[in-house]
């Protein structure tokens, strides 16, 4: 009976041995990235807080739409600019008011999604720098998206909801871009005195006849 005893005994040392082992495994993995919006706070936003700008000689539901929940934005290419005496190119986009700021670390958040087809266009903007009209761009260009016409930013953007984290750090002029809670871009601001932010569709070079984003949960932040 001995033998069999210390071989049942063998087995089940081996088992425990086993089931400990996949423990630490499971508590040696990488821990999920940190949230951006840790450490900040959401400022109240009522719908007042979402300006919507448009073709000046189109009516709003002619190219935004606000079921509740999602924020659908489109704009042709041939459209006029948002103010009569503007000369930029055609845009439906919400400008962002009552939170301008001039200091501190601001961050705007926002669930997008871009359908195929949509392309030489800026979804979202930092509004405000010295020596240009805004601190951050991110454009898009045949499903990826990048900082203004340059470096990638996240690549297959098309046809999905994709969870936007922008955050300015005014004093130190830096920007960081957050796709889906993962650090993708950190950049230099670009001076300037006061800033908001904007979403939605604004043409770009090499547009396409019509350019559309749709957004929801938009949010922004301060750090105290």
């Known amino acids: 009976m001995a033998p069999r005893s210390l071989s049942w005994i063998s087995v089940s040392l081996l088992v425990l041995l086993a089931s400990w082992s ?15 919006t840790y450490g900040f706070t959401s400022v109240r936003l009522e719908e007042s807080n979402f300006v919507l700008q448009r073709p000046y000689d189109e009516a709003s539901g002619a190219r935004y739409s606000f079921d509740g929940t999602v924020r659908k934005l489109w704009v042709l290419a041939s459209d006029k600019p948002h103010a009569r005496q503007s000369h930029t ?15 501190g670390v601001w961050q705007f ?21 010295g020596e240009t009209a805004t601190t951050l761009m ?3 260009y045949n499903g990826a998206l990048r900082y203004y016409d340059r470096q990638l930013v996240e690549d297959a953007i098309y046809d999905r909801w994709f969870r936007l984290n922008v955050v300015h750090d005014v004093e130190a002029s830096t920007l960081t871009v957050y ?44 750090k105290h």
């Open 89 to 103: 190119s055609p845009r439906t986009e919400i400008r962002m008011a009552g939170y301008d700021y001039s200091s």
């Open 179 to 222: 796709i889906d809670g993962q650090q993708k871009l950190h950049v230099q601001g670009r001076g300037g005195d006061s800033h908001y932010f904007k979403f939605g569709v604004y043409a770009q070079n090499h547009d396409s006849s019509c350019m559309e984003s749709r957004w929801k949960d938009v949010r922004i932040f301060k």
């Open 22 to 36: 996949c423990v630490a495994a499971r508590g040696a993995r990488a821990p999920r990235a940190a949230d951006p």
């Open 138 to 140: 991110l454009h898009v």
């Open 109 to 129: 958040e926002g669930y997008g999604y871009v359908p195929s087809g949509t392309t030489g266009v800026s979804i979202m903007q930092v509004f405000g720098a």
